[in-house]
């Protein structure tokens, strides 16, 4: 307490004017505790979200140009929550003494009418104001514009042809600019919440004031943009600490006018395909535990990887961005992206899409100003998520595998837009795949779960080509697997620290039981197979990932934990084809085993570690040299999936407490729900069959589903649970459980689109 008090009190003692009665208020915004990042100057707290947050599953945008017919059709069907415009890129809506320039269509009693109508209706209101784009602030003040480029000339703009200006900077005085204006529509209209399309730095900026900035606190000037430059990589992370404490500063002065005021808005890095490929990034991860609630744009059309892993994955993703607290996504109902449009788009496929959102933990929002047929599709999908609704809130995962998505080695590995995806993502995705497809219960997590405390809640831990770790998180992991948890890892996990400078070797090298050499790459006919120098091997230089890339065989060694039928069956005793990266390693573990080698197709290539596991103190780990994981999402056969599954049990000890047998369609997440004095499971089940996949061009195929194919004779089974009931609702269908060998088993007959066991448990 006394720690939180000092942070608090750090922070309030660069806002003077502060009120003792805020500072009072503003000691209740800020919760647990984060761990910290470079150029951190006060411990980073995520905010306390307000309860009613905790009950709303019924985002629906587009109120605000709706008539009074439609608002309350939509009431109706359970939207609790609309946007209301108060500012926009050309004025504000109302007599503002900070903008000047008001909207001269908007009457002058438009906005309190408005007001009373949504409280009328039971409606919050989540006022909108874009961020960085106001052109009267863009003309007024050169100096507050974002310079893109490193340069000191300021952009111009005509403001006759764009009279909305371009881009401001709200890493300098605009940022408190904008926090003014967001106080005073909060205190004269009472605003429940506020959403911004977009509220981020661009990824670089040389105005004057950022200039400034971080010549005072780095002694350097800002470099040019190079992400295989440190000094760079150096300055997006003081980039993201003013971003960060933006937020701060935003979300202590509206919460000390309105103590239950949400930042319910647009995230930016997040789940969304497109802001994983942005690099240098435009927000930190981190910022998302800064809003109440985040919400994505959640896009299925082909530039997205629509008939991929890739949405789920999205929706995995931005829970675990709060913490797993709340999170919205809206699913954009586009036929295709390229161009962008809505043409026969079923209304089947808009609850395929809200209800796969809510599979994964995340509340589906949803614009419901839409032409005819999708608006009635909208509707009959809002009445699907209410129907389920007592079950999508009030939840946490239920532990036993996690899987970690790392910000800092997307960005400051991956570095290339372009290859982020083959050199990081591909990993993650692969090995999230994996999971999906074995219905191995899973938990996405963040860098930043790092840490003793999460990480004790988990059986295993799995770490997909996790190259960014700083010295406390590779200290827990450490710490972790000793005291008997157990690490699946791939590639250069460990290598890299939180700038993606590489080291001289794995930081976790003790734990995987190997030390790295190198980078192989093999030569044509007769020559011999060659490696790199380490030296070049730890610049990452951009040939780096082209060097490791190859075709092998691999053969999996007999009495290993990977010898076992169901894998046998696939590859035979001879070895088989692997396609992807490889780490050459070598042993340094007494208790390190090569369990599956690989070798280059090369005249007389030697066979070189593939798999290494490894017993660590008291704990398990299985060391990928070999990039499995993510040949499993880019070039995939089905063994890969088997070795990913198997190394992930073995690791955690055992299977998992909650086994489904079901086709590798069916997505199954578990949740643990407290509530009202209740605790039970819920058990979601989503049916992913796609009755048209593949026929179309793979490339450009998007998920646009008719009709459901039914999943018949579902088997779950449940060990260590005292079992009082199961319902499989909303069909509100009783479900008999019976004693098995291992516990409780339970049979679901029929899945149709999406289900959700309610499992009562002592």
């Known amino acids: 307490m006394l720690v939180r008090t000092a942070s608090v009190l750090l922070i309030l003692s660069l806002f003077p004017s502060y009120s003792a009665a805020q500072q009072r208020a503003d000691s209740q915004i800020w919760g647990r505790q984060i761990l910290s990042q470079p150029f951190e100057k006060s411990p980073f707290r995520q905010v306390n979200i307000p309860s009613w ?4 599953c019924g985002v629906g945008y587009t109120l605000s140009v709706q008539s009074k017919s439609d608002r309350e059709r939509a009431v109706k069907a359970g939207v609790t929550i609309s946007e209301m415009g108060f500012v926009d890129p050309f004025y504000a809506y109302y007599d503002s003494k900070y903008l ?7 009457a002058k009693d438009q906005m309190e009418k408005e007001v009373a109508e949504y409280r009328r209706l039971g409606v919050k209101i989540l006022a909108v104001y874009p961020p960085t784009l106001q052109g009267e602030v863009y003309e007024k003040h050169p100096d507050w514009r974002r310079v893109a480029t490193k340069t000191t000339d300021i952009p111009q703009v005509d403001l006759k042809l764009y009279p909305h200006g371009g881009m401001l900077c709200p890493l300098g005085p605009y940022g408190d600019f904008f926090i003014d204006v967001l106080a005073e529509v909060t205190e004269k209209y009472q605003v429940d919440a506020w959403s911004f399309d977009g509220l981020h730095y661009g990824g670089v900026c040389y105005c004057e004031h950022c200039r400034k900035n971080y010549l005072e606190e780095t002694k350097s000037e800002i470099p040019a943009v ?35 005021v949400a930042l319910v808005t647009w995230t930016t890095n997040a789940g969304r395909f497109g802001h994983l490929l942005d690099i240098p990034r435009n927000m930190p991860a981190r910022m998302n535990l800064l809003l109440d609630a985040p919400d994505q744009e959640f896009w299925l059309d082909e530039t997205n990887r629509g008939a991929t892993v890739v949405p789920a994955f999205a929706n995995a993703y931005i829970w675990a961005l709060t913490n797993h607290r709340v999170a919205f996504s809206e699913p954009y109902l586009m036929a295709h992206g390229n161009p962008y449009g809505r043409d026969s788009f079923p209304a089947h496929e808009i609850q395929r ?4 959102s809510a599979s994964y933990g995340v509340s589906p929002s949803i614009a419901i100003a839409l032409p005819q047929p999708q608006k009635d599709g909208v509707y009959e999908a809002l009445a699907e998520v209410q129907r389920r609704k007592p079950w999508l809130m009030h939840k946490s995962p ?31 995705l692969g090995a999230f795949r994996a999971t999906i497809e074995e219905h191995l219960p899973t938990t996405v997590l963040c860098d930043w779960n790092l840490v003793p405390d999460d990480l004790a809640k988990y059986k295993v831990v799995i770490l997909p080509n996790t190259a960014c770790l700083d010295e406390r998180q590779v200290k827990a992991l450490r710490d972790y697997v000793a005291g008997g948890g157990g690490l699946v890892a791939s590639l250069d996990a460990s290598l890299c620290d939180e700038f993606g400078n590489p080291r001289e070797d794995f930081a976790l090298a003790d734990v995987f039981g190997v030390s790295r050499k190198g980078v192989p790459a093999a030569k044509s006919g007769d020559e011999k197979e060659e490696h790199l120098d380490e030296n070049f091997a730890r610049t990452l230089s951009p040939q780096y990932w082209e060097k490791r ?10 009495g290993s934990p990977f010898d076992e039928p169901r894998i046998r069956k696939l590859v035979g005793q001879d070895s088989v084809t692997f396609k992807g990266p490889l780490i050459p390693v070598k042993m340094i573990g007494d208790q390190a085993k090569v369990i599956a080698t690989v070798a280059t197709r090369s005249a007389g ?6 798999v290494i596991t490894h017993e660590f103190g008291k704990g398990r780990v299985v060391y990928f040299a070999t990039g499995i994981d993510s040949a499993n999402y880019a070039y995939s056969y089905p063994y890969y999936r088997l070795l990913l599954s198997r190394a992930v049990e073995w690791a955690a000890g055992g299977p998992p407490p909650i086994r489904i047998t079901a086709p590798m369609c069916v997505h199954c997440n578990v949740f643990r729900q407290r509530h009202k004095g209740k605790e039970r499971l819920l058990i979601h089940l989503y049916n992913d069959v796609n009755t048209t996949a593949f026929h179309a061009l793979p490339g450009d195929d998007v998920p646009l589903r008719e009709e459901v194919l039914p999943i018949h004779d579902i088997r779950v089974q449940l060990a260590g649970y005292q079992v009082k009931s199961v319902h499989q609702q909303p069909e509100e269908k ?16 029929k899945l149709e689109m999406h289900s959700v066991l309610v499992v009562e448990i002592e």
Do not use: C
């Open 53 to 56: 947050l905790e009950e709303t």
């Open 100 to 106: 000047a320039r008001r909207n001269p269509n908007v």
């Open 226 to 260: 190079n992400m295989h430059d440190e000094t760079f990589r150096r300055y997006q992370h003081w980039a993201d600490r003013r971003m960060e404490n933006l937020l701060q500063r935003m979300q202590m002065r509206l919460k000390g006018i309105k103590p239950d």
């Open 353 to 356: 899409r809200m209800l796969l």
């Open 398 to 428: 239920e532990p036993w595998a996690a899987l970690v998505m790392s910000d800092n080695s997307r960005v400051f590995y991956g570095r290339e837009p372009g290859r982020v995806e083959e050199r990081y993502l591909g990993s993650v």
């Open 549 to 558: 890339k190859n075709i092998f065989d691999l053969a999996i060694s007999a």
């Open 605 to 610: 290539a030697m066979p070189q570690p593939a």
């Open 734 to 749: 009783k479900l008999v459980s019976k004693a098995s060998r291992d516990g409780v088993e339970i049979l679901v007959p």
